[in-house]
């Protein structure tokens, strides 16, 4: 229960679509505010439930760490954590995990069922400590995964030719072998796949466009200015019937990304704020299975 409190912060309406979508996991995964909270919730336990006075220290402990990682794990992903709120730095996106990685999770549900249902039994506390290594691993796994492609990467784009001022890597869904590499280009953005298992050569990158112009003119607007903070300035900008479009690129892949929003009209001759709207994309049965067909090494795009 503890470890889900902080989510609990999608149920607040902070506006409007982009606010919604960037103050998620804002004041609630704050390591300046998650340990205050931990301290109350250690102290009412205390107060009113024998277990806690009876190993005070432990129960601390436990509702502190259970608190604590909650962000700390999120980071692991792309969408954004803002571990520092209230300062207004950049979300920490470590992006070496995708949002829900099966290889992650099974190890620590066995431990969870292990400790919850055989407590008592000797064996629980084996199977528990087990689960934990393997868990660990796998994270740092990730982050051994993440060096070897973006090492990759940037071979493969001094290869090719291209220029570029940022990078940024992130898993495809459910796995840790398939990488996408997006990089930010004079004239938009490039992408490129990467597969770990097999051995495919030199990464191949597919340029896209973006309305640079058209996003630098309405940088006044306040929803502009949040979703480039949110993102890191790994969004494209795209004008459609006289409304701009913003597409945050570290989630989703061309021409399919999963946050997209309307932030301003055409006016005469600057471009005006709108209520922003989302325009979010899902991937679809068809997108998930071509993960593992990439992976293998079929090099056909994911749809």
Same mark, same amino acid.
């Not at 902080?6 to 340990?35: E, K, M, W």
């Not at 277990?51 to 992903?77: I, K």
């Given at each position: 229960? #503890?470890? &889900? $409190? *902080?989510? /609990?912060?999608?149920? %607040?309406?902070? +506006? ?7 103050? =998620? ?11 205050g909270v931990a301290v109350l919730i250690w102290l009412a ?57 099966? #290889?992650? &999770? $099974? *190890?620590? /549900?066995?431990?969870? %069922?292990?400790? +919850? ?7 629980? =506390? ?58 930010m280009t004079d004239e938009g953005y490039a992408e490129g ?111």
């Amino acid at each position: 229960m #503890l470890g &889900t $409190l *902080p989510d /609990l912060d999608v149920f %607040i309406d902070f +506006g409007d679509a982009v606010r919604n979508f960037t103050c =998620h996991r804002g004041f609630s995964h704050s390591l300046f505010v998650l340990p205050g909270v931990a301290v109350l919730i250690w102290l009412a336990l205390r107060r009113w439930w024998a277990p806690v006075r009876a190993a005070p220290v432990y129960w601390l402990a436990a509702v502190m760490l259970a608190l604590v990682t909650h962000p700390l794990l999120d980071a692991h992903t792309a969408y954004g954590t803002q571990l520092l709120w209230p300062l207004a730095v950049t979300p920490t996106s470590w992006a070496s995990l995708f949002i829900i990685d099966p #290889l992650y &999770t $099974l *190890p620590l /549900l066995a431990g969870a %069922i292990a400790i +919850g249902g055989w407590a008592s039994r000797p064996g629980a =506390h084996t199977v528990l400590v087990t689960c934990l290594v393997l868990n660990s691993a796998y994270l740092g796994w990730s982050w051994i995964a993440k060096s070897l492609v973006e090492r990759e990467a940037r071979a493969s784009l001094v290869e090719s030719g291209i220029g570029y001022r940022a990078m940024f890597s992130t898993p495809t869904p459910l796995n840790t072998l398939l990488w996408r590499v997006v990089v930010m280009t004079d004239e938009g953005y490039a992408e490129g796949l990467d597969s770990l298992l097999v051995d495919e050569g030199r990464m191949e990158f597919v340029s896209y466009r973006s309305d640079t112009r058209a996003l630098a003119e309405a940088d006044r607007i306040g929803a502009v200015r949040r979703l480039r903070w949110f993102a890191d300035d790994f969004v494209s900008a795209d004008v459609v019937d006289g409304r701009l479009v913003m597409t945050d690129l570290r989630m989703g892949q061309a021409p399919e990304y999963v946050f997209r929003h309307v932030v301003a009209e055409r006016g005469d001759p600057h471009w005006q704020a709108v209520i922003p709207e989302r325009a979010m994309t899902m991937p679809d049965r068809q997108a998930l299975s071509s993960v593992l067909r990439r992976i293998l090494g079929d090099k056909g795009q994911l749809p």
